[in-house]
């Protein structure tokens, strides 16, 4: 990952507190617009499957999901993986998952966060996952790493 340096910062609020970055990963530019300088990191299910399908983009998302000091795993994500994992019977790709998200800082889904939850999914009509991943990354000051377009525009969310 190379850091391009600060931009004027296009958020949908127009508040001085968002920065932005022109982020590289293996040639490929993506535009961060991120609330802090946050040092965690929250993967969701797109990523994972980038990553432990060895997709185009699992080399940038590999840069998040290899720091596990830093990486935050909602149950949301953990219950979209598994799922899909054991629907496809590939128990390699399953313990590469399991390795990886276990040795992170798991994110349970309680009350509080669901509350924050259904407050993201109507204010920015996301769908349930959705919003469970995002408000999990709000609530812990994490930014959101994902492939998943329906996050483009939101504070805090990197699209490589």
Same mark, same amino acid.
């Given at each position: 990952?190379?850091?391009?340096?600060? +931009?004027?910062?296009?958020?949908?609020?127009?508040?001085?507190?968002? $920065?932005?970055?022109?982020?590289?990963?293996?040639?490929?530019?993506?535009?961060?617009?991120?609330?802090?300088?946050?040092?965690? +990191? !929250?993967?969701?299910?797109?990523?994972?499957?980038?990553?432990?399908?060895?997709?185009?983009?699992? /080399?940038?998302?590999?840069?998040?999901?290899?720091?596990?000091?830093?990486?935050?795993v909602p149950a949301i994500?953990? +219950?979209?993986?598994?799922?899909?994992?054991? !629907?496809?019977?590939?128990?390699?790709?399953?313990?590469?998952?399991?390795?990886?998200?276990?040795?992170?800082?798991?994110?349970?889904?309680?009350?509080?966060?669901?509350d924050s939850a259904a407050?993201?999914?109507?204010?920015?009509?996301?769908?349930?996952?959705?919003?469970? $991943? +995002?408000?999990?990354?709000?609530?812990? /000051?994490?930014?959101? $790493?994902?492939?998943?377009?329906?996050?483009?525009?939101?504070?805090?969310?990197?699209?490589?």
């Amino acid at each position: 990952m190379l850091l391009m340096g600060p +931009y004027e910062s296009k958020s949908p609020s127009q508040s001085p507190n968002f $920065v932005g970055w022109f982020l590289t990963f293996d040639g490929r530019e993506a535009i961060v617009t991120a609330m802090t300088d946050s040092d965690l +990191y !929250l993967v969701d299910s797109s990523g994972w499957v980038e990553f432990i399908g060895d997709g185009p983009k699992s /080399g940038a998302f590999g840069h998040y999901l290899n720091d596990f000091s830093r990486l935050l795993v909602p149950a949301i994500v953990v +219950y979209e993986i598994h799922k899909k994992l054991l !629907l496809t019977k590939n128990d390699r790709a399953l313990g590469r998952f399991i390795s990886h998200a276990f040795r992170a800082k798991q994110v349970p889904l309680d009350a509080e966060l669901a509350d924050s939850a259904a407050r993201a999914s109507i204010g920015h009509q996301l769908a349930m996952a959705d919003a469970i $991943v +995002y408000a999990s990354a709000q609530m812990h /000051g994490a930014q959101l $790493v994902t492939a998943d377009p329906d996050f483009r525009g939101l504070p805090g969310v990197i699209i490589p």
